[in-house]
């Protein structure tokens, strides 16, 4: 199974960016979907953005669409998420993921999962 490790989380202002990175521990950043996810307090996991393969396909969630920005380094194995004009919503843990699918529209479709890392948004 692949490990990953996330870092960059932290404490933000309202209207400020972090950088999360997810770095995966073998050559799968070419051969995986790799995603971003999120889980608030008391609140169910949800979807945040994926990028394919060849980076060639990205998807948002609709509350982060224009905010946050998704994309990969092949020669380090590495996903990151740019996110920009954070909003107290946005607090959470944020989970990278890979999936061994070419396509992966489900949560379930994600088979590998990093520790997370907690962003906070103050207001």
């Known amino acids: 199974q692949v490990q990953l490790v996330e870092s960059g989380g932290g404490l933000v202002q309202a209207g400020g960016s972090l950088r999360l990175s997810c770095a995966a521990s073998?050559?799968?950043?070419?051969?995986?979907?790799m995603g971003w996810f999120r889980q608030a307090p008391g609140k169910k996991r949800e979807f945040v953005a994926s990028?394919?393969?060849?980076?060639?396909?990205?998807f948002y969630a609709d509350s982060v669409k224009g905010r946050f920005t998704i994309s990969r380094d092949n020669a380090k194995n590495t996903v990151y998420l740019q996110m920009n004009n954070l909003e107290p919503e946005d607090t959470a843990v944020y989970y990278c993921?890979?999936?061994?699918?070419?396509?992966?529209?489900?949560?379930?479709?994600?088979?590998?999962w990093g520790q997370g890392t907690q962003v906070t948004v103050s207001s």
């Open positions: 993921a890979t999936s061994p699918l070419k396509y992966a529209p489900r949560e379930a479709d994600f088979t590998s």
């Open positions: 990028i394919s393969r060849s980076g060639g396909r990205i």
């Open positions: 073998e050559r799968t950043a070419e051969s995986y979907v």
